[in-house]
């Protein structure tokens, strides 16, 4: 095995050094009532070449041949290669999280300025160095606003992702006395902010939100403060940032999102990156790591992980969460995608989203669909569909095209809105024209 | 004894480099742009902000920036790194290929089950992969990183106690954990809603089963426990604890952080053990990346099946199908299936080894005796017995000479080593624990155990080369607590941007 440099004579000699028998031997201090007593069942041992076979035949029926138009949590954009041939050096991938700052000066610069770019983007005074996903960088959002205030009441908006909801009641279900109260979708697709009362620690808003509506955060956050609460709003979709404010501009306290889209692989859904930003003040309350500036004895500049009191391996029981590994080598890749694209091309090419998103639609309504609302919308939106493009719907799909999301499968998800014949559509710059022509033409075709 | 040390680094050209705010020019770009085909379009002026302002830079600017700081780093391809508790073991480079096939990186989460056959194939076959290798039940692939998976398994054992109480179980508030144990046990305790009992070090290294049963009341939810131990002890009383936990109505976790000791040797299911969390990012080969991702799945007996979060992946004839009705589920942990990418890493890993993932663990044992036998001598050894797959020294031979844990490890940089873990496990003073992994070879550890002796000797005739250490980096040691009292999270674009 390629992995295992041992020899046989390395093996004896070893043994021989450490004064035992067999490798068997070195395992007699596990008593019987512990052991293994059979092989594994498990395929035999594949070469690299019959591994790679085996795996290319997965990966020909893993999806990633097909025409996919639709978001819900994660875009196709373009990764230039420079991008995933520098994140592959192995000096970044194969290192451990940065403890040893005298030879982790790489990554830890690289991740400072992922820090320094995502606060530029969100609007906030400080950034984390990444949590897994969006999902988690939203329930931690919202464990933190709840030690801010001191208040057990997470008030949520019922248009942020179905799946990320999932996940905060997950990690709201042990916790004593904690109240999750969930705020309806009003007609235009925003949310209906109406209901919001009481004293609640934090009110989440996702924008775009799942049906790719613009919310509007000001006015979100003027309804939470007035009851002494905070404004957590986040994303799936950052490239709407190069066109909208940004969440901080508009009075977010803590920002939280999925980066995916800045240099990650679809990649079935993960690893992703989790992004958590927040203002200063609130600095000991956030989770995850943290990378500074600092100088070396000799007063040289450099960086270190810092602000470790808040942590589990320092403050066990009560760090402000176990999170350990996060998503280290996305956070850095994602930094290499913000300086490959820069400030100016981010801005173009969220552009060329929100055009081709408004040719997709105004094409869709040719074909009879109707759109939603009225309210903007970036590069993802639901339109109201024709009574047979259900089964025009099934006839793509055999052209390995999904053209949009049936939303009445996720009804349950999103009640009070009416989505029968609902479906979410998105595009980015991946699809050219003439494609959005070729996908037009099709669904005209009919069934 | 004469002995000639020849370190494995010499000092190098260090190349300075800025940050990238501090190079590029306004309207440079490194990747190519989409133009516009179709008609501009404007969003209403009050949503419209200006986007951020990040330079611009061009692709060799790029491709230099990351190069250069790569070059301050080290990782598993620079050389050994034998970090305690995190099984920093070669990362084979066929894996990375796989993860990176377009069938995969291409594949939307949310694509139609026949649309992703393959992928849903993988996610079922690793997680029967991973139930067998440690003698469980099920796995669930969702959690994304060993704390996670912690989560996700302390998460199920609350929801259990939860199901039983609506049939007159008494309620479970407290967790007992050893003091050994690593800091996310307590603290994912407390975001399962637990509250901590502290479970202290016997003199045997490991726990006892009348110490666990003194601890293990009515209002106790069960054990968490991290076998090997931090010390590299193998727990010889476990499956009796286990046994008795049961019986007082208590469910027992398994931290799997160190898994790689004893793949093969040790049948968790015949244990007792309820459910484990693997750290794929350590025993199955995917590289940590500086921080992650990693993945963290957990495997469960059949008492906790129900209890996995779902969507879980079935197989119906031969089609993978979504199961989605799970009454006792504890729910999602992730945006989609978990680390997808991660999973192909180790999905290949695993059928790379076979049965050799014994061999693995044996070898990963072997090594880790014969560096404490080599150095034992050398440094001290709180606890001298058989270890598993990392062994515990102390600085204690040294601090007569006023050299600590840090400055020993601060010298192995300079000798072209990265540092064992340092002052963990908490229950030893001034640990250093050394986990060299199955993949070093012989020579490998030969070289790293003169490293080591010559730091010994280094100790006792120049201390100060050891204070001073080390020299031959980027930056030397750190000013870490101005650096805490004065943060300086974020960079001032606007001062310090040329742009």
């Given amino acids: ?447 | 004894m004469t002995r000639k040390f020849t370190p494995a680094g010499t000092g190098g050209l260090v190349l300075e480099e800025k940050l990238l705010w501090e190079k590029g020019r306004k309207g440079r770009s490194a990747m190519s742009l989409v133009k516009s085909e179709v008609p501009v379009t404007a969003l209403p002026e009050e949503i419209c902000g200006n986007g951020p302002d990040w330079p611009d830079l061009s692709e060799q600017e790029v491709a230099r920036h990351y190069t250069r700081l790569s070059t301050w780093n080290f990782g598993v391809d620079t050389g050994m790194y034998p970090l305690g508790s995190c099984t920093m073991k070669y990362n084979p480079k066929i894996n990375e290929a796989m993860a990176a096939l377009p069938g995969f990186a291409k594949a939307h989460p949310l694509l139609p089950a026949e649309a992703c056959q393959g992928s849903m194939r993988l996610i079922y076959e690793l997680e029967r992969f991973l139930a067998e290798i440690v003698g469980l039940k099920a796995a669930s692939l969702q959690p994304a990183a060993g704390a996670h998976g912690e989560l996700c398994g302390m998460l199920m054992i609350a929801a259990w106690h939860r199901n039983n109480e609506k049939s007159g179980a008494p309620r479970k508030t407290k967790v007992l954990i050893p003091d050994t144990a690593h800091g996310t046990n307590p603290a994912t305790a407390t975001m399962s809603g637990f509250t901590e009992v502290k479970v202290p070090l016997g003199p045997k290294g490991y726990i006892e089963l009348a110490q666990i049963e003194r601890l293990m009341q009515d209002d106790v939810a069960g054990l968490m426990v991290t076998n090997p131990n931090t010390l590299g002890l193998f727990e010889q009383e476990l499956a009796d604890i286990i046994a008795m936990v049961h019986e007082r109505g208590g469910l027992v976790y398994a931290d799997g952080a160190n898994l790689n000791a004893v793949m093969g040797y040790v049948d968790l299911g015949r244990m007792g053990v309820d459910v484990v969390h693997y750290n794929l990012h350590k025993t199955m080969s995917t590289p940590h990346g500086g921080g992650g991702p990693g993945a963290g799945p957990v495997a469960v007996s059949a008492t906790l099946e129900p209890f996995l979060p779902g969507p879980r992946v079935i197989k119906n004839g031969d089609r993978y199908e979504w199961q989605t009705d799970l009454p006792l589920s504890i729910g999602r942990l992730h945006s989609f299936h978990g680390q997808f990418g991660v999973a192909v890493k180790a999905y290949s890993y695993i059928l790379s080894m076979g049965q050799d993932l014994k061999k693995a663990s044996a070898l990963a044992v072997l090594n880790a005796n014969y560096i404490k036998e080599k150095l034992k001598g050398a440094f001290d050894l709180p606890f001298d017995q058989p270890c598993m797959h990392e062994c515990v020294f102390t600085d204690a031979k040294q601090r007569a000479n006023k050299v600590s844990t840090l400055d020993i490890a601060k010298r192995l940089i300079d000798l072209g080593y990265h540092p064992p873990t340092v002052y963990f496990p908490l229950v030893v003073n001034s640990a250093i624990m050394v986990e060299p992994t199955e993949t070093e070879s012989k020579e490998d550890l030969d070289a790293f155990i003169a490293a080591m002796l010559e730091v010994a000797r280094e100790a006792e005739e120049t201390p100060e080369t050891l204070h001073a250490a080390p020299t031959l980096t980027k930056v030397r040691r750190m000013d870490e607590t101005t650096a805490a009292r004065k943060p300086v999270l974020t960079g001032d674009m606007k001062v310090e941007g040329k742009q």
Avoid at chain 1, 269 to 277: D, N, R
Wanted: proline share 5%; net charge negative; with cysteine.
């Fill in chain 1, 1 to 447: 095995m390629r992995y295992l440099p041992h020899t046989q004579a390395d093996i004896a000699e070893m043994l021989a050094a450490v004064g035992a028998e067999s490798l068997d031997a070195l395992f007699e201090q596990i008593p019987e009532n512990s052991r293994r007593t059979r092989a594994f069942d498990l395929p035999e041992a594949m070469s690299e070449w019959e591994l790679a076979e085996h795996l290319q035949a997965l990966a020909n029926a893993g999806g990633g041949d097909w025409q996919v138009f639709v978001h819900a949590g994660s875009q196709p954009h373009h990764i230039p290669v420079l991008v995933p041939y520098l994140a592959s050096r192995s000096e970044f991938l194969t290192s451990y999280t940065p403890y040893q700052p005298e030879i982790s000066q790489g990554t830890l610069q690289a991740i400072f300025e992922f820090q320094t770019l995502i606060s530029r983007l969100v609007g906030m005074d400080i950034t984390n160095a990444s949590m897994y996903d969006g999902s988690t960088a939203m329930a931690e959002a919202a464990l933190m606003a709840m030690r801010i205030t001191k208040r057990r009441v997470v008030a949520v908006s019922g248009l942020v992702h179905p799946h990320w909801r999932e996940v905060l009641a997950t990690y709201l279900a042990p916790l004593a006395d904690v109240e999750l109260v969930t705020l309806p979708a009003g007609p235009d697709g925003r949310t209906d902010l109406s209901g919001l009362d009481g004293e609640p620690a934090v009110l989440i808003m996702q924008s775009p939100n799942f049906l790719g509506v613009i919310e509007d955060l000001r006015a979100a956050g003027v309804a939470v403060k007035a009851l002494g609460g905070l404004l957590a709003a986040g994303f799936s979709e950052p490239f709407a940032l190069g066109l909208i404010k940004s969440p901080g501009e508009q009075g977010a306290d803590i920002v939280f999102g999925d980066a995916q889209s800045l240099g990650l692989a679809q990649e079935f859904g993960g690893p992703s990156l989790g992004l958590l930003s927040c203002k200063t003040e609130y600095v000991r309350q956030i989770p995850g790591r943290l990378v500074g500036r600092a100088k070396d004895i000799d007063g040289k500049e450099g960086f270190v992980l810092t602000l470790a009191t808040r942590e589990q391996h320092i403050r066990r029981s009560r760090a402000v969460s176990n999170i350990c590994s996060n998503a280290g080598h996305c956070a850095l890749t994602c930094a290499m995608f913000m300086a490959a694209i820069g400030g100016s091309g981010f801005r173009q090419t969220a552009q060329v989203n929100l055009d081709l998103a408004a040719y997709l639609r105004s094409g869709l309504e040719k074909l009879g669909f109707r759109p939603f609302s009225a309210a903007p919308v970036f590069n993802e939106f639901v339109m109201y569909a024709p009574d047979n493009y259900g089964a025009v719907y099934e006839r793509l799909k055999s052209l390995k095209i999904l053209a949009g999301l049936p939303l009445k499968l996720w009804a349950e998800a999103l009640p009070g809105i009416s989505l029968e014949r609902a479906w979410l559509f998105g595009v980015t710059e991946t699809s050219s024209k003439t494609q959005i022509d070729a996908l037009l033409h099709e669904i005209g075709k009919g069934a």
